[in-house]
């Protein structure tokens, strides 16, 4: 293993200095983002008002004028994969020629897609391939897709499941929302995750950020430049986390009122908040190995067995049709999907794409930070394989079940209850009303619930673990209350976000810690292109 850039002894040796009688890694970087992080919250606890419109007008300005930098930075990073893993770059252990793997593949697997998306998939499982089904504003590629998103359908007007346009618009649907789901999304993770799994294992560089910049800046990683890049990591993590807690809260509460009259207010997503951030936070002090990994494991099966139920309870042969031809419109459609000039769905384009890859970008520092922490040993092949194929897969077979048979309830049995909120905007709701269509409706009222809280524990914990190392230089053990310091805070800005402006609020939040991240992603592959291409130099000299 090659050593470059280490770094400088007296960040090595820093000692830990007492906070308020508590232990605690004081770096630039801790003592920066954790000030502004406070203030956030407090300010928008304090004038929620205000904060309600900064957001809802931060949200628009950047999905209008930004929308360009978002769609080329995916479009870049998924291209980039792609080209490493086919390239003779792809060789290169993680490690080194003979490292091995900590996790199997199924633990690797299971932890890359609890911490990845779960959330997501519960939220907008249903509600996203339905709101492109239905089409009107938010059709897209243009409405000449969809069979007539002016019509008011009913249980006595339902469409001609037969039509080729309802045929159409049901696959567009659920291959658009594979399209938020798919390559270019576990592209942004792989790249980060590529890049510090590199440049920590193969170049003995502490896991962190900046350590991916060591080919551009030199030492200078270990001064201010180093600090900016750390701290833009934790402010994206930060928000992007949080907006998913926030998804995941709305949903927990929709499905508690649904089921058991519990009401839906501020209180009582707040209440929520706290108690699951509770949880997280004894899961985080026991750390990735015991914490992390179990829940991790428990999640994936619990969601596997729900997604097999969905199979076999809903309509079977439609969802397997629904697979394969989500597969072909995604193919095809990946191209103009990607395209952002003179895009016509404007509406669709910056409220769902944009937005998509503005969140990914916002999650990219702890998720990708996450992976590289569990990758080592894998070949960079395997890595592209594992973080952009496997989950893409799992991702089109989960939307292909749900969405699936929330579009044949429609069409087939003429149910609304799905279609009815999606137009309400209520999506919260939508997957708990697809549920009032098949058998077992409380009990897979109650697994969903169950699995969007562990989800919800599983992004926290391994969020604050990331945050954490990022924030206390690269330290894997720095104190617990540190640890506690951030899962409580990730907590407390979702509260400041849903009170401060609700989903509109949570998606600026994405959006503007996105974009400076942006900038960082693509220098990250600029990086770890010329760090691997050395790799593979001296490796040729040597032999």
């Known amino acids: 293993m090659n050593e470059e850039g280490k770094q400088p002894q007296h960040m090595q040796e820093r000692e830990y200095k007492k906070l308020f009688g508590l232990e605690i890694y004081l770096t630039p970087v801790f003592v920066i983002s954790s000030i502004a992080i406070v203030a956030f919250i407090i300010g928008s606890l304090v004038f929620q008002e205000g904060a309600t419109k900064l957001f809802g007008g931060l949200r628009v300005w950047l999905t209008t004028n930004l929308d360009w930098l978002f769609m080329i930075t995916a479009n870049l990073v998924f291209i980039f994969c792609l080209v490493v893993a086919l390239s003779p770059l ?102 980060v995750g590529l890049a510090l799994a590199f440049f920590a294992y193969n170049r003995g560089l502490p896991l962190l950020i900046r350590s991916a910049f060591y ?16 701290t833009f990591a934790i402010f994206a993590g930060i928000f992007g986390l949080a907006t998913s807690l926030g998804l995941g809260v709305q949903q927990v509460t929709s499905g508690l009122n649904h089921l058991f009259g519990i009401p839906v207010n501020p209180v009582t997503m707040v209440l929520l908040i706290v108690g699951i951030t509770a949880i997280a936070l004894i899961s985080v002090m026991t750390g990735i190995n015991v914490g992390i990994k179990r829940l991790s494991q428990f999640n994936i099966i619990l969601a596997f067995l729900l997604l097999v139920a969905i199979i076999l309870l809903g309509p079977t042969l439609y969802i397997l049709r629904s697979f394969f031809t989500g597969i072909g419109t995604y193919i095809m459609k990946i191209v103009p999907l990607s395209n952002w000039i003179g895009r016509e769905d404007t509406a669709f384009f910056h409220d769902w794409t944009t937005f998509y890859w503005a969140w990914w970008i916002a999650w990219a520092p702890f998720i990708g930070t996450f992976i590289a922490r569990i990758s080592k040993g894998r070949t960079v092949r395997e890595f592209v394989i594992f973080v952009l194929l496997l989950p893409t897969l799992l991702c089109l077979i989960w939307f292909s079940a749900f969405g699936g048979t929330a579009i044949h309830q429609f069409l087939a049995e003429g149910y609304t209850g799905v279609t009815e909120n ?39 914990d391994s969020g604050s673990l990331i945050i954490d190392i990022i924030a206390a230089g690269g330290k894997v053990d720095a104190p617990i209350p540190q640890r506690v310091f951030w899962c409580t805070a990730e907590g407390l800005v979702a509260i400041a976000l849903l009170l401060g402006g609700g989903l509109k609020a949570l998606q600026a939040a994405s959006l503007a810690t996105g974009f400076p991240f942006a900038i960082v992603l693509l220098g990250m592959g600029v990086c770890v292109w010329i760090g691997l291409s050395k790799e593979v130099k001296e490796a040729r000299q040597s032999e």
Not at 103 to 128: C, K, N, Q, R
Not at 215 to 230: N, Q, T
Not at 428 to 454: D, N, R
């Open 422 to 460: 999606v137009e309400t905007y209520t999506y919260e709701l939508a997957l708990f009303k697809m549920f009032e269509g098949l058998p077992w409706t409380t009990l897979l009222s109650c697994v969903a619930m169950t699995l969007t809280i562990i989800f919800f524990v599983t992004s926290s």
């Open 90 to 191: 792809g060789k290169v252990r993680l490690g080194g020629a003979d490292a091995k793997p900590e996790y199997s593949y199924l633990t690797w697997l299971a932890m890359l897609f609890a911490a990845g998306v779960g959330i997501g998939l519960l939220f907008f499982g249903v509600s996203e391939p339905i709101t492109y089904f239905q089409g009107g504003s938010y059709s897209p590629l243009g409405t000449e897709t969809i069979y007539d998103p002016e019509t008011a359908y009913t249980a006595e007007n339902v469409p001609d499941a037969g039509d080729s346009k309802v045929q159409t618009a049901a696959s567009l649907g659920i291959a658009t929302t594979v399209f938020h789901w798919g390559l270019q999304g576990w592209a942004i993770y792989g790249v």
């Open 215 to 230: 080919p551009i800046l030199g030492d200078r990683i270990w001064g201010w430049p180093g600090h900016l890049i750390d």
